[in-house]
């Protein structure tokens, strides 16, 4: 399985708009192959920083010829 990161910097004051939409942008997530688990955290030391870890399958990658 693999974890995938990001930290999500986000402009002080716009919090609240930038986790509305994170219900659809999860069902968009879940729907791809191998997807396992989602996990969206807020910073309690940065409350602008939101944490996204996303667990999966290895997904095939494409061979250059």
Do not use: C, K
């Not at 999860?26 to 969206?40: D, H, K, Q, Y």
């Not at 940065?46 to 944490?51: D, G, I, K």
């Amino acid at each position: 399985m693999i974890t995938e990161h990001a930290l999500l910097p986000v402009s002080p004051g716009q919090e609240h708009a930038f986790e509305l939409p994170f219900g659809e942008a999860r069902s968009i997530t879940a729907s791809m192959a191998g997807f396992r688990n989602l996990s969206f955290s807020r910073s309690v030391e940065w409350p602008s920083t939101y944490l996204l870890l996303v667990d999966g399958l290895p997904r095939p990658t494409a061979r250059l010829l």
